[in-house]
């Protein structure tokens, strides 16, 4: 029977929130996968043994050429998936040199020494920050993008410096356009670490465990059923599974590149988050309501039709509950590590063992 050899993937970010996920996706279904992170978020426990990792920056011209040497990817072999980059919106608009310099300047930096090492498919961490502030709902990926915010910009900036390398080089890339993941790996191998996260599930669940004194609601006039802003939550899983897919997509298709939202087509108010939330644990947040935020839209919600059916793309974890629940037991995890022993070393043995 004949061998089917795959080739390696680099994942940027690799050691992050959703990149360490998709690690575990490509490794989970057989795949050689390298990382390169600069651990400035991420955690080195977060990936696996028997992983490649170079701790390093993207934009590190020598860095780079040395691990496609070392990992055999160029010359027409291997796939880069790139989640590395800056991804807090209000810092963003704070700092927004920072989130051109991260997220644009140093992709261009990797895209360029790709094309110079003749890699031919590129995956590309995108997001809904995209759209800013759609009128239409649910959003389908020609929705008119219109970011409101630098984070925004610097990715739809890469997103158009994709398609025109694309169009001059042999190529093929995937954008994916991300709404609200959330979650952890189902074995609890992996999930999010990052020290004063601003996303809701992660705030909420801490919250339920008494790392935080409350939730703040920003906003409960919206032209929403209960007044509170609705998202649409993906399970971090099944955002990582849909990577691979669009990998096997562009190694099918050479000349096809893809962009797609990622999310279920359904939304949730903050407030029906923390209420599930109450339910799982019989311990209720106490909620704190706020003014709006400016720039945050009413409603946030996928059509993500074409993902399901470009990729054939089946969810296995799109439940509120199944997110909560995995969220909660990761950050469980995480409360016991922090009371043990340090994060480094009991974190690599939840994560390995």
């Given at each position: 029977?004949?061998?089917?050899?795959?080739?390696?993937?680099?994942?940027?970010?690799?050691?992050?929130?959703?990149?360490?996920?998709?690690?575990?996706?490509?490794?989970?279904?057989?795949?050689?996968?390298?990382?390169?992170?600069?651990?400035?978020?991420?955690?080195?426990?977060?990936?696996p043994e028997g992983v490649a990792f170079y701790e390093g920056d993207i934009a590190d011209d020598a860095l780079?050429?040395?691990?496609?040497?070392?990992?055999?990817?160029?010359?027409?072999?291997?796939?880069?998936?790139?989640?590395?980059?800056?991804?807090?919106?209000?810092?963003?608009?704070?700092?927004?040199?920072?989130?051109?310099?991260?997220?644009?300047?140093?992709?261009?930096?990797?895209?360029?020494?790709?094309?110079?090492?003749?890699?031919?498919?590129?995956?590309?961490?995108?997001?809904?920050?995209?759209?800013?502030?759609?009128?239409?709902?649910?959003?389908?990926?020609?929705?008119?993008?219109?970011?409101?915010?630098?984070?925004?910009?610097?990715?739809?900036?890469?997103?158009?410096?994709?398609?025109?390398?694309?169009?001059?080089?042999?190529?093929?890339?995937?954008?994916?356009?991300?709404?609200?993941?959330?979650?952890?790996?189902?074995?609890?191998?992996?999930?999010q670490a990052t020290d004063g996260a601003t996303h809701l599930i992660k705030v909420a669940v801490e919250a339920?465990?008494?790392?935080?004194?409350?939730?703040?609601?920003?906003?409960?006039?919206?032209?929403?059923?209960?007044?509170?802003?609705?998202?649409?939550?993906?399970?971090?899983?099944?955002?990582?599974?849909?990577?691979?897919?669009?990998?096997?997509?562009?190694?099918?298709?050479?000349?096809?590149?893809?962009?797609?939202?990622?999310?279920?087509?359904?939304?949730?108010?903050?407030?029906?988050?923390?209420?599930?939330?109450?339910?799982?644990?019989?311990?209720?947040?106490?909620?704190r309501f706020e003014p709006r935020r400016a720039g945050d839209p009413a409603a946030l919600v996928s059509d993500?039709?074409?993902?399901?059916?470009?990729?054939?793309?089946?969810?296995?974890?799109?439940?509120?509950?199944?997110?909560?629940?995995?969220?909660?037991?990761?950050?469980?995890?995480?409360?016991?590590?922090?009371?043990?022993?340090?994060?480094?070393?009991?974190?690599?043995?939840?994560?390995?063992?």
């Open positions: 029977m004949e061998r089917i050899i795959r080739p390696t993937v680099l994942v940027t970010g690799g050691a992050g929130y959703i990149g360490s996920h998709a690690v575990l996706a490509l490794v989970d279904a057989g795949w050689t996968v390298a990382v390169i992170d600069d651990l400035s978020t991420g955690h080195r426990f977060a990936v780079l050429a040395r691990i496609f040497r070392e990992q055999a990817i160029g010359r027409g072999f291997g796939a880069i998936m790139h989640f590395a980059g800056s991804i807090v919106v209000p810092e963003s608009v704070a700092d927004p040199l920072k989130y051109y310099h991260n997220n644009t300047a140093k992709s261009r930096v990797l895209l360029e020494a790709a094309v110079r090492a003749g890699v031919p498919h590129f995956i590309f961490s995108s997001t809904a920050a995209t759209y800013g502030m759609p009128d239409v709902s649910p959003v389908v990926e020609d929705t008119p993008r219109a970011p409101i915010n630098p984070y925004g910009w610097s990715k739809l900036m890469t997103e158009q410096m994709l398609a025109d390398v694309a169009a001059a080089h042999r190529l093929n890339y995937g954008a994916l356009r991300y709404f609200n993941v959330a979650g952890a790996d189902p074995a609890g191998r992996s999930g339920a465990l008494g790392k935080r004194d409350h939730v703040s609601v920003f906003g409960t006039d919206y032209a929403t059923p209960d007044g509170t802003g609705v998202r649409d939550y993906i399970h971090v899983s099944d955002l990582a599974a849909a990577h691979v897919l669009a990998l096997e997509a562009l190694i099918d298709a050479p000349g096809r590149s893809l962009i797609l939202n990622c999310g279920y087509g359904r939304g949730f108010s903050v407030l029906e988050v923390l209420d599930a939330l109450d339910r799982l644990t019989g311990r209720p947040v106490e909620r993500s039709s074409r993902l399901r059916t470009t990729l054939g793309w089946i969810p296995r974890h799109a439940d509120l509950e199944t997110i909560l629940s995995h969220a909660l037991a990761w950050e469980q995890i995480l409360e016991a590590i922090r009371a043990d022993c340090s994060s480094e070393t009991l974190g690599a043995r939840a994560v390995n063992g």
